[in-house]
């Protein structure tokens, strides 16, 4: 979860505002201002998955929405999943059923986390795809992901791009 946070804080959100802000420093006109506040709100959008860009040959009127988006939607499970954990302790005081419990969250975790990284690299030949790859990159640091999910290669080569 770190890694998605540091990959959402400082490669999409820092990075475009800085680009935002010196698109606003540069001039006056409204209508300027206005482009680089809708680039920066695609970009901030597209770089977070929140919409998946059409594929080349699709018109925009093809994209999809957010509730389909099935990047998007792996990734807020595995934020219900980490917040359910975390409350684990207010429903069980058994050590068997925590250990019950505990089983199944990674189990659950394990899936979803395979899930995301075969999504993920699937979306590689996207418009999106030098996002992704720091993406990845921020997820797969140490490569413990990509075999778990038995992506190495795949992953190893989306990130020579």
């Not at 606003?24 to 506040?37: G, P, Q, S, Y």
């Not at 901030?44 to 925009?60: C, H, I, K, R, Y």
């Not at 068997?96 to 999504?119: A, C, H, P, T």
């Amino acid at each position: 979860m770190d890694n998605l946070q540091h990959y959402l804080q400082a490669d999409v959100l820092e990075t475009n505002f800085s680009r935002l802000m010196e698109a606003v420093n540069k001039t006056n006109d409204f209508e300027k201002l206005k482009k680089a506040h809708a680039n920066f709100l695609a970009d901030v959008l597209s770089q977070s998955f929140l919409t998946v860009m059409p594929e080349d040959g699709e018109s925009a009127s093809d994209t999809i929405d957010c509730i389909n988006n099935p990047v998007l939607n792996n990734i807020v499970e595995l934020l219900r999943l980490g917040h359910s954990f975390c409350r684990l302790s207010e429903y069980t005081s058994d050590a068997d059923d925590e250990d019950y419990y505990i089983r199944g969250y990674s189990e659950r975790f394990n899936k979803l986390v395979k899930q995301l990284m075969q999504l993920l690299v699937s979306l590689r030949e996207r418009p999106c795809g030098v996002y992704l790859a720091r993406l990845l990159m921020r997820l797969d640091y140490n490569r413990w992901l990509s075999a778990e999910a038995q992506l190495t290669q795949s992953v190893t080569n989306m990130l020579r791009y």
